[in-house]
């Protein structure tokens, strides 16, 4: 009897499938509503993550201030209109916003779980402001004359106005232009760290040699021929004019002669210390030469918190000369330095942050020839132009300076010049490439508030 009823299945498939069915639909139920409320807990996790931070910008501990802050970025980012009630509190300095939610199931009802709760939280630290000390190396050579000085200025007011908000004193902020030369003041002339020559005029013993005068100007037939020059954005076709004149506009072949004058004057620009001199910030009772009539870029200004005499230096600022990167580097380098010829001894203490941002439009058209600095546009001048400049931006980030690097418009003329630049950089965060005003504003905006981020710590 036993052994028939077990041969007899004619029923047991029905049941078999009904509860099969029932499992499947549970399971896939249950991991719908899993993946729907994976995604609402990250929703209402970056929606925390969003008001923690605003309220951590307020850079305040007055609690009310903070949860008004952290509840409007909850309201405006709210997308999916979840109800959601949070709190925020404050434990040493250590904002917490904590969220919660009601994920109501689709399918699991079906096992009677008609909801779940969503949790989410987020914690950011109230952001001090670190002492910084930031100079600003500057390209100002011809190539950045007309709009793009214009843009040059406003960006870096764009960056001096978030120092604004910093605390009294915690920034102090400095001005390296740069072209062939960097020109170090003055009033520097006789510290023991510089050695320039006496200005003055020397004579000669009279000179005497034959001479023609151009007495018919009319004589003479003017062309204008296309050629190729150079600036620091690299080669373009430019026209020049030739003039070529016959005998006859010439007056009769005399003796001229004449007692030679020589004038020394000193503008303020510095040249090279020889190999590796070049390559050292401090003064080591090794000299820097002042170059003799020569004019180079506008003053360099030493770290100051006067925030209102960077801004009026960087509007001074004329563009003139040729691109010599390592000049800027170098300088920027000795003004973040504690030790001379600068000697700030705040670049000395460990809780303050060092920073550089390097800004150029152009790629390396000067060669070193200590002292001197002169204008070349060979690939081998170039070259070596270039392997200095990566010399020394590897030895400014290993002396723990921040160095940020700002290439504007540059590298249609050489496409190296760019990669230098970026290159340069302490990382790709540092790195910044604008081709036009509102790209370089925003570029130098980012640096400044780079320096003061909030960070989520969860």
């Known amino acids: 009897m036993i052994k028939k009823y077990l041969r007899d299945s004619s029923g047991q498939f029905a049941i078999m499938f009904g509860i099969c069915m029932t499992l ?23 929606i925390t993550d969003l008001a923690v931070l605003a309220a951590a910008g307020l850079k305040t501990d ?16 709210n997308f999916n209109n979840l109800t959601i009630k949070s709190t925020l509190t404050l434990k040493n300095d250590i904002i917490r916003v904590e969220a919660n939610s ?31 000390n930031i100079v600003l190396v500057l390209d100002s050579t011809q190539s950045m004359s007309g709009a793009n000085m214009t843009a040059l200025r406003s960006a870096s007011k764009k960056l001096l106005a978030v ?78 004019t030739s003039t070529t004149c016959p005998d006859e506009a010439y007056s009769p072949e005399y003796e001229y002669c004449y007692i030679p004058t020589s004038t020394q004057t000193w503008n303020g620009c510095v040249g090279s210390r020889d190999n590796p001199d070049h390559k050292d910030p401090e ?25 209102i005499d960077v801004e009026a230096k960087i509007d001074s600022l004329v563009a003139t000369g040729s691109t010599y990167v390592p000049a800027g580097l170098a300088w920027g380098w000795r003004l973040l330095h504690p030790k001379d010829p600068y000697g700030g ?76 630049i970026n290159k340069c950089a302490s990382g790709p965060a540092f790195s910044f ?6 790209e370089l504003e925003n570029a130098f905006e980012d640096i400044a508030n780079s320096l003061y981020e909030v960070r989520i710590i969860r």
Request: charged share 20%.
């Open 24 to 46: 499947l639909v549970v399971g896939a139920g249950t991991a719908v509503d899993i993946s729907a409320m994976h995604k609402e807990r990250a929703s209402l996790q970056s």
């Open 62 to 77: 007055k609690i009310s201030d903070l949860k008004t802050a952290s509840q409007a970025s909850i309201d405006s980012n």
């Open 102 to 132: 009601t994920y109501k199931t689709q399918l699991m009802g079906i096992v009677g779980i008609g909801s779940v709760p969503v949790t989410a939280a987020s914690s950011a630290p109230i952001p001090k402001d670190t002492p910084v």
């Open 163 to 240: 120092f604004n908000n910093a605390d009294p004193g915690s920034i102090q902020a400095g001005v390296v232009p740069f072209s062939n030369y960097v020109n170090v003041g003055l009033e520097n002339r006789s510290r023991p760290w510089m050695d320039v020559p006496d200005d003055g005029t020397t004579t000669s013993a009279e000179y005497c040699y034959m001479k023609k005068d151009l007495v018919d100007s009319s004589l003479c037939a003017t062309e204008s021929i296309t050629t190729t020059c150079n600036n620091d954005s690299g080669p373009y076709e430019c026209t020049r």
């Open 283 to 307: 003064y080591k009772s090794r000299p820097f030469p002042g170059i003799m009539n020569v004019t180079c870029s506008s003053e360099i200004l030493d770290l100051t918190t006067n925030l």
């Open 345 to 420: 001894l705040t670049n000395s203490q460990k809780d303050r942050k060092r920073a550089m941002v390097l800004m150029s439009d152009g790629g390396n058209t000067v060669k070193l020839s200590a002292p001197y600095h002169y204008t070349n546009y060979t690939t081998e001048g170039r070259d070596e132009s270039n392997a200095l400049t990566s010399d020394l931006c590897t030895a400014i980030k290993n002396d723990g300076i921040d160095l940020y690097t700002v290439a504007y418009r540059l590298g249609e003329g050489d496409p190296s010049a760019r990669s230098i």
């Open 433 to 438: 490439n604008a081709n036009n005003q509102t």
